[in-house]
């Protein structure tokens, strides 16, 4: 790891929905002693909307544009863990703020293991259907599948890769610490 990465006090998560983002980030922060901030939750706070709301009522592309505007944001403070989006990578600005401005960790968990703990979501706009209903076991596979394959390339570009399927919260934020302290933060 470059002696830059080091120095950097951002740390953002990234991985597809339902890998943990939202659920390590803030006990990771706590740890840390840094802040935490979960992006869809910053743009719900800023919108007055949720994000299924914002998707069905302003679409994908003023999401997509409102997120790279929070992550710019965020990009310019320091000592945040930061949760991003399932896609967040996939805007390549953002993915290039993130990588500049942070150690970028994946959190990496199998599609089946993802597919287990999304069948049941239906705040989730990607998993629904045109009319915002949760999708059938048999197309939600299909959507988490092409998504997983879309997405993993971008994702295992990231500085770390922690693996979480079927790991303890605490045991995954613990390997997050040691492995942040043996390169130097």
Do not use: C, W
């Amino acid at each position: 790891m470059s002696e830059s990465l080091q120095r950097k006090t951002l740390i953002y998560l990234t991985g597809f929905m339902g890998s943990g983002k939202s659920t390590i980030g803030p006990i990771l922060a706590n740890t840390l002693g840094y802040e935490f901030i979960d992006i869809d939750k910053a743009i719900e706070q800023r919108l007055g909307k949720s994000v299924k709301e914002i998707f069905r009522s302003e679409g994908a592309e003023f999401f997509r544009t409102t997120e790279r505007d929070v992550i710019e944001e965020i990009s310019k403070r320091d000592h945040i863990v930061v949760s991003l989006g399932g896609g967040s990578l996939v805007e390549p600005a953002n993915f290039l703020r993130v990588k500049t401005s942070g150690l970028l960790i994946y959190l990496e968990s199998s599609p089946e293991h993802l597919l287990k703990r999304l069948q049941h979501k239906s705040d989730r706009p990607v998993l629904a259907d045109s009319e915002g209903d949760r999708l059938e076991y048999g197309a939600l596979r299909e959507r988490v599948m092409n998504l997983y394959r879309e997405r993993e390339p971008i994702y295992a570009q990231a500085d770390l890769t922690i693996h979480t399927d079927q790991k303890k919260v605490g045991l995954t934020v613990d390997e997050i610490v040691k492995r942040l302290t043996r390169h130097g933060r």
